[in-house]
């Protein structure tokens, strides 16, 4: 699903990585053919890879490393895509969105899914506020240009409480404006109930869904990010095909 998803985004013009962490060291296998391997995935998915194998004996602190570290010289992610692990693991993925949060990496954390781009709905959640709007506003873009992604129709669900329909109208129609961006709108008010709600009653029927993710606060512990993300994919986990969206900067769509 991730290939798939970074095909779409990359449209064939950007650089694509494929990280690939191993235990141990590399002395025992053969590194030509596991990169190879990673090369003729993309291609059956008409995806140019670049593959990057890494070696640690703990999957967590090496996928944390190569976060910080991972590039071609000045080349640097703008944007990292991680599969979302077990429940039991979510905790531990924490460490990982900070250290990309802070060398500004935008982070895409997604979830259960199939390979197959079915027609539906694009969902995009959105409360009205930060940097993560604009940048699902452009991921909605430029999966739109894909062949297979084109299919699904763009419609930016806003989120409102204590707050009227018609600002939110005004807010929602000037930001799609300025994003020179054609979508279906929906203003829901949440009536004070909490917003995971609303996203599974009204996201039932999206073939895909980008869903804004806070980033980690600085006097906020790992763990206690890790139980902020480990309840909010518990309580979205009937939402289909869900993508989980952290900006880690300042998007211009004008």
């Known amino acids: 699903r991730m290939l798939v998803l970074a095909r779409g985004i990359s449209g064939g013009r950007s650089l694509v990585s494929l990280a ?20 003729r995935d993309g291609a059956g998915l008409e995806l140019e890879l670049t593959p990057h194998l890494g070696f640690a004996e703990d999957p967590w602190s090496g996928i944390v490393e190569t976060v910080r570290s991972y590039g071609f010289g000045p080349i640097a992610p703008n944007t990292i895509l991680f599969g ?23 982070v895409m954390l997604v979830g259960h899914g199939t390979e197959t781009v079915g027609s539906g709905h694009l969902d995009i959640w959105w409360r009205g506020g930060g940097d993560n709007g604009a940048l699902m506003l ?48 929906r203003i829901l008010n949440t009536d004070g109930a909490p917003f995971t709600q609303a996203l599974t009653r009204h996201s039932t029927d999206a073939a895909l869904s980008l869903i804004g993710l806070r980033a980690p606060r600085d006097e906020e512990s790992d763990a206690d990010y890790g139980d902020y993300l480990g309840h909010l994919m518990a309580d979205l986990a009937t939402i289909p095909s869900p993508v989980f969206v952290l900006a880690a900067h300042e998007l211009n769509l004008s």
Do not use: C, Y
């Open 84 to 106: 979302l692990p077990k429940p039991e693991n979510i905790n531990a993925l924490a460490p990982a969105i900070r250290a990309a949060v802070r060398e500004r990496r935008n």
């Open 138 to 185: 452009a991921l909605a873009l430029l999966l739109r240009r894909d062949e297979a992604w084109g299919r699904l129709s763009p419609r930016v669900n806003m989120l409102i409480h204590n707050r009227t329909v018609a600002e939110a109208e005004r807010q929602l129609s000037d930001f799609l404006v300025q994003a020179r961006i054609e979508a279906e709108t």
């Open 20 to 39: 690939s962490l191993l235990p141990g060291d590399d002395r025992a296998l053969d590194r030509k053919a596991l990169e190879d391997a990673v090369v």
